[in-house]
């Protein structure tokens, strides 16, 4: 039975919502009442201002302000001027840290994802608790997963782009 995710499974350290997070299902209500459901299969934590690849690291901005706020909300950022990054605030209320999604099934990379949920500025801050159009759920399918060091995060220093903090699900 699915089940929508609650705050509080994003109100945790990041960790380990990370780890039970992966292969969870985003759920998109689009217009028209078309649902979609995506099986979540990489993601990258991020940590908070300490982590010199978090947007955080420059502090508390107007772009990064969702990210000190509980979790449980959706951080969005435009890329490229043209991509919408998914990503998912975990973790207490100013401990800045959030979840990127990178891929779902069968959608590689998270420029792909974001216009797949056809995703903007709107989607800033939503709550997945509560949204009538975004959501988390478990469906109680467990997945093993592998974990890798992030990737495209040249402006960090070693230390922070080595961190096996990607995690991928393993066929």
């Known amino acids: 039975m699915k089940q929508r995710l609650k705050r509080t499974f994003f ?15 985003i759920v998109r209500k689009f217009g028209e009442g078309e649902i979609g459901s995506f099986r979540i299969t990489e993601i990258e934590i991020y940590i908070g201002e300490e982590d010199l690849a978090c947007h955080a690291a420059k502090g508390r901005t107007k772009r990064t302000e969702v990210m000190y706020l509980n979790g449980g909300l ?3 950022y435009l890329i490229y001027g043209m991509y919408w990054m998914f990503n998912i605030v975990c ?7 959030a979840i990127l999604v990178r891929s779902v099934k069968n959608i590689e990379g998270p420029g792909r994802l974001g216009r797949k ?3 903007d500025e709107r989607f800033y801050g939503e709550d997945l608790e509560i949204s009538d159009r975004i959501w988390i759920e478990d469906d109680g399918k467990r997945y093993n997963y592998s974990k890798h060091a992030r990737i495209n ?3 960090a220093d070693e230390i922070w782009k080595n961190k096996a903090y990607r995690f991928r699900i393993v066929d």
């Open 11 to 25: 109100q945790r350290d990041i960790r380990l919502a990370a780890d039970e997070l992966i292969g969870k299902l």
């Open 74 to 76: 959706v951080y969005v």
């Open 91 to 97: 973790g207490p209320e100013e401990n800045p840290q």
């Open 117 to 119: 949920l056809k995703l």
């Open 153 to 155: 995060i040249d402006y």
